[in-house]
């Protein structure tokens, strides 16, 4: 963020928040509507506990592996260049 005025990195913050939350949303919507399914009781049970906690992980795996690639394809434009 170095050579960026106040304004810009203050924007620059607000617009990585504003996609940090997009993505937590999208994620909360994906993982509940797949794995939460009683509504009979306020708490949710087991095995919709261990379900949340695997699609978070299989997420974060994804995400992971996309900036890896993501990454290495950087590295090898950059390298032909």
Known sequence: MEGLTPEQKSQ?????FKQFLSTYNQVTESCFGDCIHDFTTRK????ESECCS????????????VSQRLQEH???TAATQ
């Open 44 to 47: 949710i049970t087991k095995d």
């Open 12 to 16: 620059l913050e607000i617009s990585q």
């Open 54 to 65: 695997h699609c978070l992980d299989k997420y974060i795996k994804f995400t992971q592996r």
């Open 74 to 76: 950087y590295q090898q």
